[in-house]
Every structure is written in structure tokens, then in C-alpha cells.
């Protein structure tokens, strides 16, 4: 069974940064992406990015893309999110995800969660 545990999240300014760390452990078969979804409140949770568990290929939902990199450490058991140019509109609890993505490969199929981290920004 795999367990996620993130961390990382905080307050910070618009235009600022935060790494998002997520400590893995169990089983997570070869088979499985890992990545992040949010959830602002009062909205559903959404698709953040995702990475194959080789590393190899990585999706992000287009309000990321450019400005999040996410990037996995096999060897340490770790996925990070780095977060680049913070908008108001990003902040939301962050969940780490271990899972199968859809056929449109921005939506998670099957996934296990963490317990999330909350981001916020301040305009």
C-alpha cells in the first residue's frame, strides 16, 4: 500500500515561489505517474502535473504549465513540486498522488492521496 506524505506548502506573495516535497513509501508500481492535484475552496479538486515513474515523460494542467516543474528523486523515494511565479489563483491544498492517469493524461484515473499541504498566496 503507498503511503504519500507532503510538505512544503505555506503563504507566500504574488510572484514568489514554493517547493512542495512528497515522501513516498510502500509499493507504487512501475506502472504508476505521480504528481499533484489542488483543491481551492468551494471548487473540486483539479489536475496539477504528473510525472511517469521513470521520470521519463511528465503532463501539466495548461494553468502551470511554464511557470511548475515537477521532478521525482527515485533513489530518496521523493517527488517534488517546484513552483514558479505564484498567482492568487494558485492557492489551494496541494495533494500528492501515486496512480493511473486518463486517456487525456491531465486527470487521474485511479490515484492514492496524501493528506495535502495548504499553498496561499497574498495579491
Known amino acids: 500500500q503507498v503511503q504519500l506524505v507532503e510538505s512544503g506548502g505555506g503563504l507566500v506573495q504574488a510572484g514568489g515561489s514554493l517547493r512542495l516535497s512528497c515522501a513516498t513509501s510502500g509499493r507504487i508500481y512501475t506502472s504508476y505517474n505521480m504528481g499533484w492535484s489542488r483543491q481551492a475552496a468551494g471548487k473540486e479538486r483539479e489536475f496539477v502535473a504528473a510525472?511517469?515513474?521513470?521520470?521519463?515523460?511528465?503532463n501539466y494542467a495548461d494553468s502551470v504549465k511554464g511557470r511548475f516543474t515537477i521532478s521525482r528523486d527515485i533513489a530518496k523515494n521523493m517527488v517534488y513540486l517546484q513552483m514558479n511565479s505564484l498567482k492568487p489563483e494558485d492557492t489551494a491544498v496541494y495533494y500528492c498522488?501515486?496512480?493511473?492517469?486518463?486517456?487525456?493524461?491531465?486527470?487521474?484515473?485511479?490515484?492514492?492521496w496524501g493528506q495535502g499541504t495548504q499553498v496561499t498566496v497574498s495579491s
Open positions: 498522488a501515486a496512480g493511473l492517469l486518463s486517456t487525456t493524461q491531465v486527470s487521474w484515473k485511479v490515484a492514492t
Open positions: 510525472i511517469s515513474w521513470s521520470g521519463g515523460s511528465t
